[in-house]
Antibody
């Protein structure tokens, strides 16, 4: 059974840094497209970043230069390092798996809430 | 960037009724790369339909997708109690974007 479990969210001041992690089971992270998708409170969904099986990474313009996606193949985990956080980064962050296209999300984690506020 | 507009914002229906949700794109969605997701309160989204009309694994056949170009539709033939939720359309295949969602609520 495919399972994705995010962790690392919390309350952080503007300008701060945070690292999210997503533990995967039932499949191999490095063999799939793995993305982060976020959802601001009461709002819609926004794709944030992807890492391809080959290791290439891509980002939404809104986070480019501030967020870094990576994976740990030995632990079968996906990470998102976030720096220079802004109030508008406040959201539930989901990790998601794509098996056919990088941006078609077959499986999702339950999400972790990041709140950027002073 | 392709902007997706969903309508109506809220749909009030009774169990057993038919639901028709619309998703209109600001430009043509190539390859019919249009997906629909269902999201219940406090839960992650769930993929229902991809390729405009193909149901994802385990999705009941009361969910049907159609459309091409700029106009797409998700139809739920007979609403079950568990179908009351928010539905999002999404275009994929590069530079993904989501619609604002349609809430299907119990009348």
């Amino acid at each position: 059974e495919v399972q994705l479990v995010e962790s690392g969210g919390g309350l952080i001041q503007p300008g701060g840094s945070l690292r999210l992690s997503c533990a995967a089971s039932g499949f191999t992270v490095s063999s799939n497209y793995m993305s982060w998708v976020r959802q601001a409170p009461g709002k819609g969904l926004e794709w944030v970043s992807v890492i391809y099986s080959g290791g290439s990474t891509y980002y939404a313009d809104s986070v480019k230069g501030r967020f870094t996606i990576s994976r740990d193949n030995s632990k079968n985990t996906l990470d998102l390092q976030m720096i220079s956080l802004r109030a508008e980064d406040t959201a539930v962050y989901y990790c998601a798996r794509g098996t056919r296209y990088f941006d078609l999300f077959d499986d999702w984690g339950q999400g972790t809430l990041v709140t950027v506020s002073s | 960037e392709i902007v997706l507009m969903q309508s109506p914002g809220t749909l009030s229906l009774s169990p057993g009724e038919r639901a028709t949700l619309s998703c209109r794109a600001s430009q043509s969605v190539s390859g019919r790369y249009l997906a629909w997701y269902q999201q219940k309160p406090g839960q992650a989204p769930r993929l229902l339909v991809y390729g405009a009309s193909s149901r994802a694994t385990g999705i009941p056949d009361r969910f049907g997708g159609s459309g091409s170009g700029t106009d797409f539709t998700l139809t739920i033939s007979r609403l079950e109690p568990e179908d009351f939720a928010v539905y999002y359309c999404q275009q994929y295949g590069g530079s993904p974007t989501f619609g604002g969602g349609t809430k299907v609520e119990i009348k």
